[in-house]
């Protein structure tokens, strides 16, 4: 599966970002679909992820109650909506897709996802 993040930006603190991963190749809908972020100089961090069944997410503690992560299997789609952001989740971020069906659990560990989106450049202004 080849993803492709788009939709960052410059947003004011307080505001809202909404980011978007659009997939190609088959069985997107079975993924775990997962969003991370990396700022310069530091390591890749987990910001939230999505079951293939839409009906359950996980969400890094820094981001729970600011940011909401969903699916549209009829669109390849998952979104981030980043909604009150901070100076501090000013960073790339990147979409990538677990693909391993038999996993069984929402991972937060970047090196078990094997499909990793380009990447979209997020600034939050003070």
């Known amino acids: 599966v080849q993803l492709q993040a788009s939709g960052g930006g410059l947003a004011q603190a307080g505001g809202s970002l909404r980011l978007s991963c659009v997939a190609s190749g088959r069985s997107f809908n079975e993924y775990v679909v997962g969003w991370f972020h990396q700022a310069p100089g530091k390591a890749r961090e987990f910001v939230a992820a999505?079951?293939?069944?839409?009906?359950?997410?996980l969400y890094a503690d820094s981001v729970k109650g600011r940011f909401t992560v969903s699916r549209d299997n009829t669109k390849n789609t998952v979104y981030l909506q980043m909604n009150s952001p901070k100076p501090e989740d000013t960073a790339v971020y990147y979409c990538?897709?677990?693909?391993?069906?038999?996993?069984?659990?929402?991972?937060?560990?970047?090196?078990?996802?094997?499909?990793w989106g380009q990447g979209t450049q997020v600034t939050v202004s003070s």
């Open positions: 999505i079951r293939r069944s839409a009906g359950s997410s």
């Open positions: 990538a897709a677990d693909t391993n069906v038999y996993r069984g659990y929402v991972s937060t560990r970047p090196y078990e996802y094997n499909s």
